[in-house]
């Protein structure tokens, strides 16, 4: 199993030069210095991939709306680390799929060929925003993956549906990959996994507040729709991907110093009170009904923390703890753990010392595991490979 990194460039309030407009302006500058700077040091460590979000209007979490912008200049101060978009807002009204094959093409050749191409669909709060018809998300979504690669593909480009017209043009750049970058989805359901596996796609999971082992489930749907896909690209793309809070400490009395439990509860505190006050207002009433029982009391401040932490469903401890956690991840059929290293108030010489100490301690001997025979990951590989059915 290779380790990953993803930024989303926390500002935690309160700011630390005070409120808007100053604090805020301080606090997102010293997180972008602070990003590149760890992803640098992780480039020496042998970290496979850093994953940049797009998310827009986002309050404390998730101040980074331009990643071709980041990765773009990640590319030019690193030698190794593949270059993820983790992901692309796809659907027709967030973005001109023309934009989308230019900016990816660019930090491709960049970065000389190390671009993993993510995409999504996002949520009402930014769909609504950016006035994209919610109900055509999924297929505007797969169209516009076919209309850039697409534009890739060809010197000169045209096209004409019901969703979208373009007329005959040459798109430039092309990207350094040949046919084109890899592509992911990613997938909030173990139903979108099916979906990933059955078009060729790499699969971009999560194991924020459910068991790890529901991510298990949406792997083996992903794996059982892989068997008789229909690539939607060039490029089939195999490969599981999930993301989880990781942070490393040789001794554990240094975490209340660091403020690391507080940090993962802020992180899921703030991720229920922005999901209660801007998606439950345009989110169907039965999806509200199901997912209002988990918000309600982080909102609130009762944080399970501990509970996730032998859950497994963050990785934090001291080296030999974090591989037990990781090696369950790599045992349920994970090829990359996503390390979201930058979250909450953690000190930036903190998170420095934690790749540190992943780099060099936990990531050789997790990428030389293998999981034993009668695992899931066991399993799900023969299922890819057509030796057992699902």
């Known amino acids: 199993m290779k380790l990953d990194m993803l930024y989303e460039i ?37 970290y496979n991939t850093v994953w940049v979000v797009e998310h827009h209007f986002r309050e404390g979490r998730s101040h980074c709306p331009a990643s071709e912008v980041l990765l773009g200049g990640l590319a030019t101060v690193t ?16 973005i001109n799929p023309a934009r989308i094959a230019e900016k990816v093409a660019t930090v491709d050749i960049l970065s000389n060929g190390r671009v993993e191409w993510g995409t999504g669909r996002s949520t009402p709060m930014e769909q609504t925003a950016f006035h ?15 209309i850039v690669t697409g534009m890739w593909r060809d010197e000169y480009f045209e096209y004409e549906s019901e969703r979208f017209s373009f007329p005959k043009r040459m798109v430039t750049p092309k990207p350094v ?13 173990v139903e979108s996994a099916a979906v990933a596996g059955s078009l060729g796609l790499g699969l971009l999971s999560f194991t924020i507040m459910q068991p790890i082992e529901l991510m298990a489930k949406a792997i083996e749907n992903y794996r059982t729709a892989q ?26 009395t240094d975490f209340e110093q660091n403020r690391v439990w507080e940090s993962v ?30 918000m309600k009391p982080l909102k609130e401040g009762h944080v399970p923390v501990d509970a996730f932490n032998n859950g ?54 997790i990428e030389n595991y293998v999981p034993p025979a009668d695992s899931p990951a066991a399993k799900f590989k023969a299922i890819s490979e057509g030796r057992v059915e699902s």
């Open 10 to 46: 926390d500002c935690p309030k309160p700011w630390d030069a005070g409120p808007h407009p100053y604090g805020q302006r301080a606090a997102e500058q010293k997180s972008y210095r602070e990003a590149i700077e760890q992803i640098k040091l992780a480039d020496t460590l042998g």
């Open 79 to 94: 030698e190794n680390i593949k270059m993820g978009f983790g992901v692309t807002l796809t659907p027709f009204g967030f």
């Open 132 to 146: 994209v018809d919610r109900e055509q998300s999924r297929s505007d979504w797969k169209e516009a993956i076919e």
């Open 177 to 189: 990959q040949d046919p084109h970058p890899p592509v992911w989805m990613a997938a909030t359901s």
């Open 227 to 252: 068997v008789n896909n229909t690539p939607l690209t060039k490029v089939v793309n195999n490969r599981v991907a999930a993301y989880t809070l990781v942070h490393c400490e040789n001794d554990d």
């Open 265 to 294: 509860a802020w992180w899921y505190q703030n991720l229920a009170q922005f999901t209660i006050d801007w998606e439950f207002p345009l989110t169907p009433q039965e999806e509200v009904d199901r997912i209002f029982p988990l």
């Open 312 to 365: 497994d469903m963050i990785v934090i401890g001291d080296p030999e703890k974090c591989f037990e956690k990781m090696r369950h991840y790599a045992d349920l059929g994970c090829d990359s753990l996503i390390c979201y290293s930058q979250f909450g108030y953690l000190p930036h010489e903190s998170i420095m010392e934690s790749i540190e100490l992943i780099g060099k301690e936990v990531l050789p001997e």
